[in-house]
């Protein structure tokens, strides 16, 4: 099995940038494919990137394309989530995900293990 924490989560005003970070233990991450999500109060869990297992291959909603970019630090066992320009609609929960040998996949009954999530806040 593999353990997922996140981090990086904070407030921020609108038009910042924040960086999560998403550390695992117990299995090396390079084997995984990964995803971000998040959750806002009283919605469902929405995709927001992925990226496979090789890292050749990546995925983003369309509503953070050109200002979100997911990566891995397979040295550090890390996926990251750089988020810039963000906006007060980017508020939510972020939890990051992974499946054993996974492609790029957006819908979240395709991951098996999950972090706890990290609160980002983006005031207007």
């Known amino acids: 099995q593999v353990q997922l924490v996140e981090s990086g989560g904070g407030l921020v005003q609108a038009g910042g940038s924040l960086r999560l970070s998403c550390a695992a233990s117990?299995?090396?991450?390079?084997?995984?494919?990964k995803g971000w999500f998040r959750q806002a109060p009283g919605m469902e869990r929405e995709f927001v990137a992925a990226?496979?297992?090789?890292?050749?291959?990546?995925y983003y909603a369309d509503s953070v394309k050109g200002r979100f970019t997911i990566s891995r630090d397979n040295a550090k066992n890390t996926l990251y989530l750089q988020m810039n320009s963000l906006k007060p609609e980017d508020t939510a929960v972020y939890y990051c995900?992974?499946?054993?040998?996974?492609?790029?996949?957006?819908?979240?009954?395709?991951?098996?293990?999950w972090g706890q999530g990290t609160q980002v806040t983006v005031s207007s």
């Open positions: 995900a992974a499946k054993y040998y996974g492609g790029v996949y957006y819908d979240a009954k395709e991951y098996d293990y």
């Open positions: 117990g299995r090396t991450l390079s084997r995984y494919g």
């Open positions: 990226i496979s297992w090789s890292g050749g291959s990546t």
